[in-house]
């Protein structure tokens, strides 16, 4: 049997790791539980960054009874980890931390592009609660603000920016906006939504270098701007780990328990790379969603209590005043199979893609909340519609 450990170190505070240590105390923990935060302020939700921190509001802060069992240690980074056959440590900005069991959910760090020369003012990105406020003092009428990168970050913040007044510009190396997350035929369907705003999109644009003053792009020109925001992805924030024998690959790689390859090592969110039985891949979820639900079943694994954690993914996102949710998964580079509605008519839509033996694998709605619910359940138990009653948008996803 599995010996309960004496102390849980839970790295990262964001949303995965404050339900981690709340699992763990209704799962019946009563031994020492230590949650690492690198940053100052309180654990706080993520999503409303840059939605409504972005149009004016505080940040939202996490239910304090989450964590109200461990003991919050804020401002403190892991910087390196050392796993051992009973024990482990785990090292940090303020010391040595030895572990009976730890808990990676330190999350993600946004890319960075070049910087124009070592000495130049950086650009502005979208993580922290302190980023958004920090670029929302700066979205004036009139200031020209440069976007690089037009992913769900990119689009979110353009909202905002052309809300504030300011006169915005969106780069964006692929051929569409969202080609990567939803692929490019579906990413085309949202390049009007950009004129309706008053925002100049510029596709097929890639950046060489850039500042806080503007950006080289590929071609050589330089492009100048009040202000320079990057949102062009973000990668797990796993760096501190090198040298401690965890396997990785664009995320830390676990089990669908939050097993990882080293005894007593767990992980969770948005720096996990999970195995999803269901879809025969891994999975990286990167999203609100998986930080929300995974813990529970990581936090049994860790008392012992294994179980797993298969869910179909999800995301949304609001812009431009719609509300885009994508559920379930695709192909890289695949595009949807059925258009369910008129992506250039007044009503919303959604596109579906399928997998070959017939099977729905993924679904992006635009305005059509219960689509998207609907379709989470019926890709989880394999369902196969017609191909021709899913195009039809009268007719419920459930009678496909």
Same mark, same amino acid.
């Given at each position: 049997?599995?010996?309960?450990?004496?102390?849980?170190?839970?790295?990262?505070?964001?949303?995965?790791?404050?339900?981690?240590?709340?699992?763990?105390?209704?799962?019946?923990?009563?031994?020492?539980?230590?949650?690492?935060?690198?940053?100052?302020?309180?654990?706080?939700?993520?999503?409303?960054?840059?939605?409504?921190?972005?149009?004016?509001?505080?940040?939202?802060?996490?239910?304090?009874?989450?964590?109200?069992?461990? @003991?919050?240690?804020?401002?403190?980074?892991?910087?390196?980890?050392?796993?051992?056959?009973?024990?482990?440590?785990?090292?940090?900005?303020?010391?040595?931390?030895?572990?009976?069991?730890?808990?990676?959910?330190?999350?993600?760090?946004?890319?960075?592009?070049?910087?124009?020369?070592?000495?130049?003012?950086?650009?502005?990105?979208?993580?922290?609660?302190?980023?958004?406020?920090?670029?929302?003092?700066?979205?004036?009428?009139?200031?020209?603000?440069?976007?690089?990168?037009?992913?769900?970050?990119?689009?979110?913040?353009?909202?905002?920016?052309?809300?504030?007044?300011?006169?915005?510009?969106?780069?964006?190396?692929?051929?569409?906006?969202?080609?990567?997350?939803?692929?490019?035929?579906?990413?085309?369907? @949202?390049?009007?939504?950009?004129?309706?705003?008053?925002?100049?999109?510029?596709?097929?644009?890639?950046?060489?270098?850039?500042?806080?003053?503007?950006?080289?792009?590929?071609?050589?020109?330089?492009?100048?701007?009040?202000?320079?925001?990057?949102?062009?992805?973000?990668?797990?924030?796993?760096?501190?780990?090198?040298?401690?024998?965890?396997?990785?690959?664009?995320?830390?790689?676990?089990?669908?328990?939050?097993?990882?390859?080293?005894?007593?090592?767990?992980?969770?969110?948005?720096?996990?790379?999970?195995?999803?039985?269901?879809?025969?891949?891994?999975?990286?979820?990167?999203?609100?969603?998986?930080?929300?639900?995974?813990?529970?079943?990581?936090?049994? #694994?860790?008392?012992?209590?294994?179980?797993?954690?298969?869910?179909?993914?999800?995301?949304?996102?609001?812009?431009?005043?719609?509300?885009?949710?994508? @559920?379930?998964?695709?192909?890289?580079?695949?595009?949807?199979?059925?258009?369910?509605?008129?992506?250039?008519?007044?009503?919303?839509?959604?596109?579906?893609?399928?997998?070959?033996?017939?099977?729905? #694998?993924?679904?992006?709605?635009?305005?059509?909340?219960?689509?998207?619910?609907?379709?989470?359940?019926?890709?989880?138990?394999?369902?196969?519609?017609?191909?021709?009653?899913?195009?039809?948008?009268?007719?419920?996803?459930?009678?496909?």
């Amino acid at each position: 049997m599995q010996p309960v450990p004496r102390r849980i170190v839970v790295v990262g505070a964001g949303l995965a790791g404050v339900r981690t240590c709340a699992e763990l105390r209704s799962g019946g923990y009563d031994g020492e539980l230590v949650l690492l935060g690198a940053e100052l302020d309180p654990p706080y939700d993520r999503p409303p960054l840059s939605k409504a921190v972005l149009a004016g509001a505080d940040p939202t802060p996490l239910e304090p009874t989450w964590y109200a069992g461990a @003991t919050l240690r804020l401002g403190v980074r892991a910087t390196g980890l050392e796993p051992g056959s009973g024990a482990g440590v785990v090292r940090t900005t303020d010391g040595e931390l030895a572990y009976d069991a730890v808990v990676l959910a330190c999350g993600a760090a946004p890319v960075a592009l070049p910087l124009t020369s070592p000495d130049s003012p950086p650009p502005y990105s979208l993580r922290t609660a302190a980023d958004a406020v920090r670029l929302r003092a700066v979205l004036r009428p009139g200031a020209r603000v440069v976007l690089v990168g037009a992913g769900w970050i990119g689009a979110e913040v353009a909202t905002a920016a052309a809300a504030h007044g300011c006169v915005v510009t969106v780069l964006e190396a692929g051929p569409a906006p969202l080609a990567v997350a939803v692929s490019p035929a579906v990413g085309a369907r @949202t390049m009007p939504w950009y004129a309706e705003a008053g925002i100049e999109l510029r596709t097929g644009t890639a950046v060489s270098t850039v500042d806080g003053a503007g950006m080289v792009l590929a071609d050589g020109r330089r492009l100048a701007a009040d202000v320079v925001c990057v949102g062009v992805g973000v990668r797990p924030d796993t760096g501190w780990l090198a040298g401690s024998g965890l396997v990785s690959d664009r995320g830390v790689l676990t089990d669908d328990a939050g097993r990882t390859n080293l005894p007593g090592v767990y992980a969770v969110g948005d720096c996990a790379a999970r195995w999803s039985p269901r879809a025969g891949r891994r999975i990286c979820g990167e999203h609100w969603d998986d930080a929300l639900h995974a813990p529970a079943v990581v936090a049994g #694994t860790v008392l012992g209590r294994p179980g797993s954690y298969d869910a179909v993914p999800y995301v949304w996102s609001e812009q431009f005043g719609r509300f885009l949710q994508w @559920t379930g998964w695709r192909e890289d580079g695949a595009d949807p199979v059925v258009w369910r509605g008129d992506p250039a008519g007044p009503a919303g839509w959604a596109a579906a893609w399928l997998a070959a033996d017939g099977r729905l #694998t993924g679904l992006l709605a635009v305005d059509r909340p219960r689509d998207v619910g609907t379709a989470r359940r019926l890709i989880a138990a394999g369902h196969r519609p017609d191909p021709s009653r899913l195009a039809d948008p009268g007719v419920d996803l459930r009678a496909t």
